[in-house]
């Protein structure tokens, strides 16, 4: 039972769709198990760019079934929008199964979300405003909206109403909004009913009965192991479980049958949002690591915060995901710097801190404490091997790889899908 699961060991955006991709191939089913459109992937195939929010990431390799599971929320809109587009680039969608236990962002949600961000004002999360926070909210209360409630619609007007019920007093009590109509929100999702019908599976079923046949399946996660809603820095998280667990509920399989966890890293940090960062920089440092890195968000458009490596980030998404390997991204990026800091531990009213403090105040306060490494000038972009890399590059790798406590399996050293550098197969 071949099942691997790859997820962020950051904030997000570590380039876990060049690591999915890479795999595409070779397994038989790539699975999104949590989040929503409020996820981006960007991989990159020969000359061409695909910017992916809500499709797994093996949509683009040719013989794998992409499966969206029950775990995650969706948005018809965006899915049935991300579907026409790349019908038009020739990609073939077709073999897309989406869980009829999948919740679906409503009209309502996204109403929702944004008005209550905007109220928090200094105080707000960051959040997309895609109406991900109050669809799993819904979910939570038992008034969510599912794929399969699109096909009766006693029980669709049902659901909605009671949804409703609250959510209009609050819109026009609280946050002076008109009300929203039942009708209309019924009317709306029953439009999308009919062009779903071909992607709407028992995916439970299918997935254990892949496993069952030696079928490889590997379970991708969105956003990061710190955005989770349970072990990340809470309240900036996302509202579901990107972790490695979350693969197991999000999909609807034992953890028995989970083979392999492997967790992307940058070779720096990034996290967009607000909400704590120690290593993050505002200087001449952090500007280049954007512009080099190319840090706006995917599916936000929004600047990232940028940083230097965090270790101590990188232990805990070890500890708490059980994470087998690393898939080290971004390495090229740090080309051209004489040295390099890596944040080793924090200081916290001046106490040394090794470990990630589960402390949501002691975090606000904690300041990196760095080690500094020789960089490297020389173009890494076309390494085939690890001893392609420069001495420098190489001593930092492995330097990452002893202060993060899993073996680094592989490295990105361009955004092309063929510029990866494999150290030990994932299969």
């Known amino acids: 039972m071949p099942a691997l699961v790859l997820l962020g060991a950051q904030w997000g955006d570590e380039g876990k769709g060049k690591a999915t991709d890479l795999l595409g191939g070779s397994v038989d089913y790539v699975v999104r198990y949590q989040g929503g459109n409020n996820a981006g992937h960007t991989v990159v195939v020969g000359d061409q760019k695909y910017a992916l929010h809500l499709l797994p990431s093996g949509i683009l390799s040719p013989g794998c079934t992409p499966v969206i599971g029950n775990g995650v929320v969706v948005d018809p809109s965006v899915l049935l929008s991300e579907l026409s587009g790349l019908n038009e680039r020739g990609v073939d969608t077709s073999k897309l199964l989406v869980s009829g236990n999948a919740h679906?962002?409503?009209?309502?949600?996204?109403?929702?979300?944004?008005?209550?961000?905007?109220?928090?004002?200094?105080?707000?999360?960051?959040?997309?405003?895609?109406?991900?926070?109050?669809?799993?909210?819904?979910?939570?209360?038992?008034?969510?909206?599912?794929?399969?409630?699109?096909?009766?619609?006693?029980?669709?007007?049902?659901?909605?109403?009671?949804?409703?019920?609250?959510?209009?007093?609050?819109?026009t009590k609280l946050y002076n909004r008109r009300a929203i109509a039942v009708g209309q929100v019924v009317e709306e999702l029953l439009d999308y009913a009919e062009q779903l019908r071909p992607y709407v599976a028992d995916t439970v079923l299918v997935l254990n009965q892949a496993l069952e046949q030696d079928k490889v399946v590997l379970f991708e996660g969105g956003q990061g192991t710190l955005l989770d809603i349970d072990h990340g820095t809470y309240p900036f998280v996302t509202s579901s479980n990107p972790t490695a667990g979350g693969a197991c509920t999000g999909a609807g399989?034992?953890?028995?049958?989970?083979?392999?966890?492997?967790?992307?890293?940058?070779?720096?940090?990034?996290?967009?949002?607000?909400?704590?960062?120690?290593?993050?920089?505002?200087?001449?440092?952090?500007?280049?690591?954007?512009?080099?890195g190319g840090e706006r968000g995917v599916t936000t458009g929004r600047d990232r915060r940028c940083g230097w490596f965090d270790a101590v980030i990188a232990r805990y998404a070890t500890r708490v995901n059980g994470l087998t390997d690393f898939f080290l991204t971004k390495l090229d990026v740090l080309t051209g710097w004489e040295r390099i800091p890596v944040c080793v531990a924090y200081e916290i009213d001046g106490r040394r801190v090794e470990e990630l403090p589960y402390s949501q105040t002691d975090f606000h306060h904690a300041k990196p404490v760095y080690e500094t490494l020789p960089g490297w000038?020389?173009?890494?972009?076309?390494?085939?091997?690890?001893?392609?890399?420069?001495?420098?590059?190489?001593?930092?790798?492995?330097?990452?790889?002893?202060?993060?406590?899993?073996?680094?399996?592989?490295?990105?050293?361009?955004?092309g899908r063929n510029e990866t550098i494999e150290i030990n197969s994932f299969l």
């Open 253 to 292: 399989v034992g953890p028995t049958k989970i083979s392999r966890v492997i967790g992307i890293l940058k070779a720096y940090t990034t996290r967009v949002g607000a909400g704590p960062f120690p290593t993050e920089l505002f200087d001449e440092d952090g500007e280049a690591l954007r512009r080099i």
């Open 104 to 171: 679906i962002i409503t009209p309502y949600n996204v109403t929702v979300d944004k008005v209550t961000e905007r109220f928090l004002g200094k105080r707000k999360i960051g959040t997309t405003g895609r109406g991900i926070g109050p669809t799993y909210a819904d979910k939570i209360n038992r008034v969510g909206i599912r794929v399969q409630d699109l096909y009766d619609e006693s029980i669709l007007t049902q659901k909605v109403e009671a949804a409703l019920d609250v959510k209009n007093q609050v819109l």
């Open 377 to 415: 000038s020389e173009d890494i972009t076309g390494a085939k091997s690890f001893s392609d890399l420069p001495k420098n590059a190489q001593d930092y790798v492995k330097a990452l790889e002893e202060m993060s406590g899993a073996p680094i399996s592989a490295i990105g050293v361009g955004p």
